[in-house]
């Protein structure tokens, strides 16, 4: 449990500092906005972003202080995982980024999607559908490279 140590303490302060200024800050931003001191839907926005940065943040620096403590083994792992499973899934959404920027396939995607979105929901399912299949191909890699080594 000792060795587990750097990791809880990064989660603590990166979740507990996360609630603790969403707290606060959504308090007086809903305050300031009740008293029109200023825009309280903006401020509102900027928080989620700030909470959002300082979120992404953390899970980086609790990412990083997991890579420290786990062994050689699951290392290797999540990094051939990564390498080939992302990669494999990055062409695979490369394709589609390919097609849907131009010729016949334009239409005919812009019709699975639908249309009249607003240009956030274009944007949200392009993140999804560029990250998607990075995360099955890191799923999928990192279950192989490990059902290679327990037969072993």
Do not use: N
């Amino acid at each position: 449990m000792r060795k587990w140590t750097p990791v809880l303490r990064a989660a603590a302060i990166t979740f507990g500092g996360v609630l603790l200024f969403g707290f606060v800050s959504g308090v007086l931003a809903g305050y300031g906005g009740q008293a029109g001191w200023f825009d309280g839907q903006a401020v509102e926005q900027i928080v989620i972003a700030v909470l959002a940065a300082v979120l992404m943040a953390g899970a980086l620096w609790i990412g990083a202080e997991w890579m420290r403590v786990i062994d050689e083994a699951a290392r290797e792992a999540h990094k051939a995982a990564w390498y080939w499973g992302g990669t494999a899934g990055m062409c695979v959404s490369g394709v589609g980024l390919v097609l849907a920027s131009g010729g016949p396939w334009r239409e005919v995607i812009a019709g699975w999607i639908g249309s009249g979105a607003a240009p956030v929901d274009y944007v949200s399912a392009g993140a999804a559908l560029m990250i998607a299949p990075m995360l099955i191909g890191y799923i999928l890699v990192w279950v192989w490279w490990w059902l290679a080594r327990m037969r072993g």
